[in-house]
């Protein structure tokens, strides 16, 4: 690992017709971006006008009529003309009759079912509004009352970590019980020591050896590189804010580091979701490691579990107790989901909340490292974290 640090401190168309014995018409006008790191217009309308009848000089004058209507659907035997029912004028329709209509009003009543004739516009149907995304999660608190850890929060915002050879931009981040990397380009957390005198690393990210250690490790990695800012304004001595977002935008992600602990807050992805931890406790997978439950059921950590934890926070501990260190893990929400625990590459811890199956939105996650592998402890300090982020 090569690592360069700077330290801060925190706080229609018209027709032309021909007249006379004219008979035409004219025609009309027309990473591996996995968080891995080491440190003109609508269709043409035609229309066609009638030619104007030849002039009626020296025709016979007809005489006037009496006024008909028309039977529609009849027709006579003469010449099938439509017959017609001559009605006296003044004369009223009988009573609950429906009015006769002539020939003329008939075949100048439209056919609502008549299919759109050539150059007819037929309007696309509307398709459905699509539902607006929820809204983000409220912003945590920017200190927590009454943590049963003192000190404060150092930084840097220009620390750097080796990924596949390229060091990229880091943020580096001290508290009293850990140490966070997370990569900007990233958005990814590739290392977690913590602060015994020797420390020991908990992810041990390597993008030419284990380059799938990290945290959140998305079992499908974001399609863009991320932008990661750190929020001045909620900035305190013992709180720091990352903002991560994908460049497409169908990502986004919130960090809130504390003294205790670093709470993951995901507000946007494209679907379904899992928070996983896949690393190294205390710096190797041994015999010594376990996986506890948060009823204190114990197993060996090299040996799997599937099952769904109880809430109403879920969470659950990797201990080494060589070390007498702990690393907890916490959903803050409740679920039927199961969760799932696995060796992989027979060297790596992978814990996976909701099996990828998350779909509800916004979520929150929470990991933190404390200097015991006792029970008791451990559900001392997650009570305290599921109490201080759901303000209890």
Request: hydrophobic fraction near 40%; aromatic fraction near 8%.
């Amino acid at each position: 690992m090569a690592a360069r640090t700077r330290w801060l401190e925190a706080g229609q168309l018209p027709a032309a017709l021909l007249a006379g014995a004219l008979s035409g018409c004219l025609p009309s006008g027309d990473l591996d971006l996995h968080g891995r790191g080491s440190a003109k217009g609508a269709p043409a309308q035609t229309s066609s006008g009638a030619l104007p009848a030849p002039d009626g000089a020296g025709a016979p004058a007809q005489p006037e009529l009496p006024q008909v209507a028309g039977s529609p659907g009849e027709t006579s035997s003469v010449g099938m003309a439509p017959l017609v029912t001559v009605q006296p004028a003044g004369a009223q329709p009988d009573a609950g009759s429906e009015p006769l209509r002539g020939a003329a009003d008939a075949a100048a009543a439209p056919d609502s079912a008549a299919p759109a004739g050539p150059g007819s516009v037929v309007e696309p149907p509307i398709p459905p509004v699509p539902p607006a995304p929820p809204p983000f999660a409220p912003a945590l608190p920017d200190d927590l009352r009454n943590a049963p850890v003192s000190g404060e929060i150092v930084f840097s915002d220009e620390a750097e970590w080796e990924v596949d050879g390229i060091f990229e931009p880091t943020f580096e981040i001290h508290t009293p019980t850990a140490s966070y990397w997370i990569a900007k380009p990233l958005g990814t957390m590739v290392s977690l020591q913590d602060r015994a005198t020797t420390p020991a690393q908990w992810i041990d990210f390597s993008s030419g050896f284990r380059p799938l250690r990290g945290v959140p490790a998305l079992q499908e990695p974001p399609a863009t590189r991320f932008t990661t800012v750190r929020d001045e304004e909620s900035q305190t001595p013992t709180h720091v804010r990352l903002t991560s977002v994908s460049l497409d935008g169908a990502w986004q992600w919130v960090w809130d580091f504390y003294v205790t602990h670093v709470t993951f807050t995901i507000n946007r992805a494209p679907g379904n979701i899992a928070f996983n931890y896949r690393g190294v406790p205390g710096g190797s997978l041994g015999q010594e490691d376990q996986l506890v439950l948060s009823d204190g059921t114990a197993q060996g950590a090299r040996n799997s579990f599937s099952g769904e934890l109880p809430g109403p926070s879920e969470w659950a501990y990797l201990a080494d107790t060589t070390l007498g260190r702990s690393l907890f893990l916490i959903q803050h929400t409740d679920d039927l989901l199961a969760e799932r625990y696995q060796v992989r590459d027979n060297d790596s811890a992978f814990f996976t909340f909701g099996n990828g199956l998350i779909t509800a939105l916004p979520q929150r996650f929470s990991l933190g490292i404390l200097p015991s592998a006792n029970h008791a402890s451990v559900a001392a300090r997650v009570e305290f974290v599921t109490g201080a982020i759901s303000g209890r």
